[in-house]
């Protein structure tokens, strides 16, 4: 059983960054596929970016490459999400995700842990 712990999100303006954080109780974090995804009101949850166990492969929706950066610390049982050049539409409540077996396609359905999830804002 893995317990994930979101922090790091808040209110900015476009333009801006912020850097999300997870935390994750329990040995085999480092085994645990990591993910990112993201649920604005009234829509339904999406994919945001995934990492392997060992962080050497990272996948990004289109939406958000080459903005947002997800990167792991398996010494810290920690994800990150950094987030540059933030925009009105990145608005939603952020949710840290793990993995059992490795993502395949990066659907919700394939989660194994979810975090409690964390508000992001950011004004036009």
């Known amino acids: 059983q893995a317990q994930l712990v979101e922090s790091g999100g808040g209110l900015v303006q476009a333009g801006g960054s912020l850097r999300l954080s997870c935390a994750a109780s329990?040995?085999?974090?480092?085994?645990?596929?990591m993910g990112w995804f993201r649920q604005a009101p009234g829509k339904e949850r999406e994919f945001v970016a995934g990492?392997?166990?060992?962080?050497?492969?990272?996948r990004y929706a289109d939406s958000v490459k080459g903005r947002f950066t997800i990167s792991r610390d398996n010494a810290e049982n920690t994800v990150y999400l950094q987030m540059n050049s933030l925009k009105p539409d990145d608005t939603a409540v952020y949710y840290c995700?793990?993995?059992?077996?490795?993502?395949?396609?990066?659907?919700?359905?394939?989660?194994?842990?979810w975090g409690q999830g964390t508000q992001v804002t950011v004004s036009s």
């Open positions: 995700a793990a993995d059992i077996s490795g993502w395949s396609q990066y659907r919700t359905y394939e989660v194994d842990y």
């Open positions: 990492i392997n166990g060992r962080g050497g492969n990272t």
């Open positions: 329990g040995r085999a974090f480092g085994s645990y596929a």
